[in-house]
């Protein structure tokens, strides 16, 4: 077994039987955030490496800040499992995923620490910064499979990532306003917001119906943008924070 890691942040290897390749020609674009969601470190890092479970990620982040690499760049991990984006259905061939040390909602969700977080941001700027992935492709997991996914979830301080280098960020529109639109709801306003999701990433349909679709996505925007509150309900802090995001794009 190597010593080396691919990064240059100090890291470890805890190797990973989970892995396949990447197809030819699939180049590293995006890079995914996960939390482990379970009651502890040691057993999540088990489950990633557990050749019965079929899951694993490239890193795995303690919280004290400590990195583990269980799977070469190179190769392709699989911790994405069902998701899209940008009309793009295997996001594992395409990208890096990083699982970093939390409960979760299930087993009792709390803030990251600092030290876990400064570990996060080193690692994740240096992985964007060797393979050229744009910041717009930094994700949640929950931006790739909002039907099925909370991680990271609204405590996951995506504005320190910012800071650092890290990530698409703006600052999140004040929550207020006269506009609402939620399931069940239909017409052009439905439309439109289905539309700037699209053009941001998110695989909804642009039908006009708001649907359960639109909801989950609605949901996953919040948690990672607007994190203030986390309801699925489009309100106009949603659709301005969701300008500004498109806004600062470049090209847009």
Same mark, same amino acid.
């Given at each position: 077994m190597s010593i080396s890691t691919d990064t240059s942040v100090k890291a470890r290897v805890h190797p990973s039987p989970n892995h396949g390749a990447r197809p030819d020609g699939a180049t590293i674009a995006m890079l995914i955030l996960h939390y482990?969601?379970?009651?502890?470190?040691?057993?999540?890092?088990?489950?990633?490496?557990?050749?019965?479970?079929?899951?694993?990620?490239?890193?795995?982040?303690h919280e004290? /800040?400590?990195?583990? *690499?269980? &799977?070469?760049?190179?190769r392709r991990a699989w911790h994405a499992g069902k998701s899209t984006w940008k009309g793009e259905e295997d996001i594992n061939s395409r990208s890096i995923g990083i699982e970093i040390v939390n409960p979760?909602?299930?087993?009792?969700?709390?803030?990251?620490?600092?030290q876990q977080i400064a570990a996060v941001s080193d690692l994740a700027l240096d992985i964007c910064a060797r393979h050229g992935i744009a910041a717009w492709n930094v994700l949640a997991h929950?931006?790739?499979?909002?039907?099925?996914?909370?991680?990271p979830g609204e405590l996951f301080p995506w504005e320190a990532l910012a800071r650092a280098g890290v990530g698409h960020h703006v600052d999140p529109a004040p929550i207020g306003g006269n506009l609402f639109?939620?399931? /069940?709801?239909?017409? *052009?306003? &439905?439309?439109?917001v289905q539309s700037m999701l699209v053009l941001y990433g998110y695989g909804v349909d642009v039908s006009g119906e708001f649907d359960a679709t639109t909801r989950?996505?609605?949901?996953?925007?919040?948690?990672?943008?607007?994190?203030?509150?986390v309801d699925g309900i489009v309100d106009q802090s949603t659709v301005e924070t969701l300008h500004r995001l498109l806004a600062a794009l470049p090209g847009f």
């Open positions: 482990t969601g379970m009651p502890s470190a040691e057993a999540a890092l088990q489950r990633l490496c557990d050749p019965s479970t079929e899951v694993s990620a490239h890193y795995f982040v004290d /800040g400590q990195i583990l *690499q269980c &799977v070469p760049e190179s979760g909602h299930e087993w009792g969700y709390r803030p990251f620490p600092e929950s931006d790739i499979a909002p039907d099925r996914k909370e991680d639109m939620q399931e /069940g709801d239909a017409g *052009q306003p &439905v439309e439109a989950h996505a609605v949901t996953a925007f919040q948690r990672h943008f607007r994190p203030e509150k």
